[in-house]
């Protein structure tokens, strides 16, 4: 399996969203 630029940034989203409550401060300026 190849892991293609858009999987990443997919995981990272997802990494996003479910941290979020955890680490609003950390991903606060992603989120905003």
Excluded at 4 to 28: E, K, Y
């Amino acid at each position: 399996m190849e892991i293609t630029t858009l999987q990443i940034v997919l995981v990272f989203i997802v990494a996003c969203i479910a941290g979020m409550d955890q680490s609003s401060m950390n991903f606060s300026f992603t989120v905003r």
